[in-house]
């Protein structure tokens, strides 16, 4: 416990990032928190940004809200994974959010959803509800780069995202659009709107719409590599 402490800078490497990672594995979300001196939320509700906040001190992030990788030196974003007692993802993981307007000759190679999703540091994390925020423990990170099925399935469904948005069906995609990548809104409230294009390229005002991955594909990424019982 007492060899552990907070990077303070961000890491020069890799496999420097990923040695304070797996440093942290099996710590308590609470023990951690003391050591930076971090208060507790009693849940996540009105704080769900909050693991992330505490793996960044932890691990040096650098990029804070700006829209580049939380590595921005190493391109390595971190991702931090609610699972059950099983090692299954608990819900859809945020990537980013989605351009509605100005999508004219966007292409995947040069896309916000493929930066983010080029290097990853996942952390799993407890997430089961009867565990009190501060019990839950931090599980082994896994350093991760799409192979090309992955990349695959998640160009094509962007791909058909992006058509749609384009086409002012904005409004129309839900949640089931997408094998592996949804679009959903994502704002604070239902007030806060912003431009998009509608049906005969009007502009019109809709809630901001994010990039998620589904829960089958991060579920399957993590049982790949982690060889989870039960699959």
């Not at 609470?30 to 509700?45: I, N, Q, S, T």
Request: aromatic share 6%.
């Amino acid at each position: 416990m007492l060899t552990l402490s907070p990077f303070t800078s961000p890491p020069e490497s890799e496999a420097q990032l990923l040695a304070q990672a797996q440093r942290l594995a099996g710590y308590s979300l609470g023990e951690l928190a003391a050591l930076v001196r971090l208060p507790v939320p009693r849940d996540l509700k009105r704080d769900k940004g909050w693991i992330g906040v505490l793996l960044e001190l932890w691990l040096g992030a650098s990029a804070g809200s700006k829209p580049e990788q939380d590595f921005a030196a190493l391109g390595v974003e971190l991702k931090t994974i609610p699972v059950d007692n099983q090692g299954r993802p608990l819900e859809t993981t945020f990537v980013c959010v989605a351009p509605l307007t100005g999508n004219s000759g966007v292409v995947w190679e040069t896309s916000h959803v493929r930066h983010k999703l080029k290097r990853v540091l996942w952390i799993p994390i407890e997430g089961s509800r009867g565990i009190p925020v501060a019990d839950r423990r931090v599980g082994s990170p896994l350093l991760w780069s799409p192979n090309e099925e992955e990349e695959q399935q998640l160009r094509q469904d962007w791909e058909e995202l992006m058509d749609l948005i384009v086409l002012g069906q904005v409004t129309r995609i839900t949640a089931r659009h997408g094998e592996v990548l949804q679009l959903r809104p994502k704002a604070a409230n239902s007030k806060a709107l912003t431009e998009a294009i509608g049906e005969h390229g009007e502009p019109i005002l809709t809630l901001p719409r994010g990039f998620y991955l589904k829960k089958n594909f991060t579920s399957a990424l993590l049982a790949r590599h982690f060889l989870l019982s039960g699959y």
